[in-house]
């Protein structure tokens, strides 16, 4: 037990992967007044992400999610066969019944231990910008990836509707999350939460380069200076790791699936601290 409330994270929950759902059921406050924020890739059918979402906010008093590119694919095992904004809009209107914030809320003030700052869950998606060596436009870095065999299971499964592109919907969300961020108070710290992350960096340790062009956008390089920014949480890589970029630190919090966390071993805290905690004198 903590002696104060924690802003904890993590991603990447995957709980269609049976040996996942019971350390989702093992998840706990540490203390009554811990936040969670959920960054992503809970599940592929509304109904495992309703399930994980719920269990979580039944413990957590806050609980603040943005969507990753898996509970955006449409699949044949989900009766809920919504495609692009119209699924996204769903999840959305489902996290408002179950209490559970989302990238369309205003924007959560935490201040407790390291606040105030300001929780900025984001949903930005992915243009083809960061792109393998050799390729300048999204056509020849596509064709790079089909050449390699590393090609995002998205292709085939999240659909732009009506968007004509995942790049389109991207740049629309861009826009849109910056007119939204400049409204805040420059005043009050952000933590800037997106599934995928926010800056290339992160990327270049992928085993397979190909693949971070499902990873990011190159037009969310400099929000963290940009705007006054004390922390940026994110997933989708299933590197759990933290590092630092111009003095901000970036948090990569995934669970991942069992072949991955199997054999490196879970965390001793699953949940990871968002914010420095204040050390008693
Ligand atoms: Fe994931
Ligand atoms: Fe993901």
Redesign the pocket.
């Known amino acids: 037990m903590s002696a104060t409330p924690q802003l904890l994270a993590i991603s990447?929950l995957h709980v269609g992967h049976a040996e996942n759902r019971p350390i989702v059921e093992g998840l706990h406050p540490e203390h009554p007044g811990d936040w969670l924020i959920v960054a992503?890739?809970v599940a592929e059918t509304t109904a495992d992400v309703k399930w994980a979402l719920s269990l979580l906010k039944s413990r957590f008093g806050t609980v603040i999610w943005v969507p990753?590119?898996?509970e955006l694919w449409t699949t044949t095992k989900d009766p809920v066969q919504l495609r692009g904004v119209r699924r996204y809009k769903h999840l959305v209107e489902m996290c408002r019944q179950l209490g559970v914030l989302t990238p369309e809320d205003e924007f959560p003030v935490w201040t407790g231990d390291g606040g105030p700052v300001r929780i900025a869950p984001l949903f930005v998606l992915y243009d083809y910008t960061f792109r393998p060596e050799g390729a300048t436009t999204k056509e020849e870095s596509l064709a790079i990836a089909h050449e390699a065999g590393i090609v995002c299971t998205d292709e085939y499964f999240l659909k732009p509707d009506p968007y004509p592109s995942i790049d389109a919907w991207c740049h629309a969300r861009v826009a849109e999350t910056e007119r939204k961020l400049a409204a805040c108070d420059p005043d009050v710290p952000l933590v800037l939460v997106n599934?995928?992350p926010l800056v290339r960096q992160p990327t270049r340790v992928l085993r397979y380069p190909e693949f971070a062009q499902w990873c990011g956008t190159e037009l969310s390089a400099d929000w963290h200076t940009r705007f006054n920014t004390a922390a940026v949480v994110y997933?989708?890589l299933h590197i759990p790791r933290h590092t630092e970029y111009d003095g901000v630190p970036f948090k990569e919090v995934s669970l991942g699936y069992p072949r991955e966390w199997k054999p490196r071993g879970l965390p001793e805290k699953l949940l990871r601290p968002v914010l420095p905690v204040r050390v008693a004198p």
Request: charged residues 20%.
């Open positions: 990447d992503g890739d990753g590119n898996h599934h995928w997933g989708h």
